[in-house]
């Protein structure tokens, strides 16, 4: 998989959408949860927070509370990524959530379906898919929460 994708050129076999995510904070729960329905099933999957401009102190608590429920103590600056296992999934909408609420970035890699999925700042979503099939499907997602694409290759 590609690190960090955002701004490189599209690999050869690979699809891309760029959307803003729902504005309402329901609405962007929802949309998460469809969102990792949609990824499929995983064994792993790795979330890498790589800038949280906006930080507040009560944010932090929260995501660290999160990672040292994993066993995770370390601070986020110093271990920014964080896997994931299956059994795991729940948490790992949690916080995926709360890094789009609180205008944090991050990548999400999930190999086993080759997805990739950037949130930039809680503004972009950027997914990158390298499977056709799969990715057509992400398009219900776009009509049911009528998000606007800003970028659409193939």
């Given amino acids: 998989m590609t690190e960090e994708p955002y701004g490189e050129s599209l690999p050869e076999g ?8 729902p504005a309402e904070a329901r609405r962007t729960m929802a949309f998460v949860r469809h969102l990792l329905r949609w990824v499929g099933d995983f064994d792993s999957a790795l979330f890498q ?5 906006l930080y507040q102190p009560d944010e932090m608590s929260l995501i660290q509370a999160i990672r040292c429920s994993h066993g995770e103590n370390g601070r986020l600056i110093d271990l920014p990524g964080h896997l994931f296992e299956a059994k795991e999934r729940d948490d790992l909408i949690g916080m995926f959530y709360l890094t789009i609420m609180f205008g944090w970035s991050g990548y999400l890699y999930i190999p086993s379906t080759k997805t990739i999925i950037l949130n930039w700042e809680g503004d972009l979503i950027d997914l990158w898919s390298f ?12 009509t049911t929460f009528q998000l606007s694409e800003t970028a659409n290759k193939k």
């Fill in 14 to 21: 690979s699809y891309y959408k760029q959307f803003a995510p």
């Fill in 49 to 53: 927070i790589n800038d949280w401009a």
């Fill in 131 to 142: 499977d056709a099939e799969h990715f057509s499907k992400f398009a219900q997602i776009i």
